[in-house]
């Protein structure tokens, strides 16, 4: 990994492919990872790690599948959509199903495990606007 300070503004503006996270450092077994998106990702869940979502710029929203806001929760599969702002934090646990999606576009830091698939480990089919990686090095 780069041994340099590292501008996020510098790193988002040297790549323009959404929803193909680019990492920018790495800290112990993680990486820290930024992307741009835009429309819709796709419903996938990571069995073994929580997701970190951090929001650089714009709006982030993600509709989680855990039971909460619906009256479903006796199945579990009841549906929410949590809305993140600009500089807003949000933790997706292990195991739940997600998708998440942004209208106006946004730029956004996630970590995750180094090895970490963005589609997780069971996934919706896996459209051509979509990057299925483990994340791309910078430049
Ligand atoms: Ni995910």
């Known amino acids: 990994m780069n041994d340099e300070p590292v501008l996020l503004r510098t790193a988002l503006a040297g790549f323009d492919q959404l929803w193909s996270p680019r990492i920018v450092t790495r800290v112990n077994d993680y990486d820290v990872r930024i992307a741009k998106v835009s429309g819709e990702h796709i419903w996938h869940v990571h069995e073994n790690t929580d997701e970190f979502f951090m929001v650089l710029n714009g709006e982030l929203s993600i509709a989680l599948r855990d039971g909460d806001g619906d009256g479903d929760a006796g199945t579990g ?13 949000f933790v997706v646990p292990r195991g ?40 791309h090095l910078l430049g």
């Open 77 to 89: 599969r009841g549906e929410r959509v949590v809305t993140l702002q600009r500089g807003a934090v």
């Open 96 to 135: 739940v199903e997600h998708r998440p999606s942004s209208v106006g576009g946004a730029s956004i830091l996630m970590f995750e495990p180094t090895g970490t698939p963005t589609v997780g480990d069971r996934h919706d089919p896996v459209p051509d606007h979509v990057n299925a990686t483990i994340g």
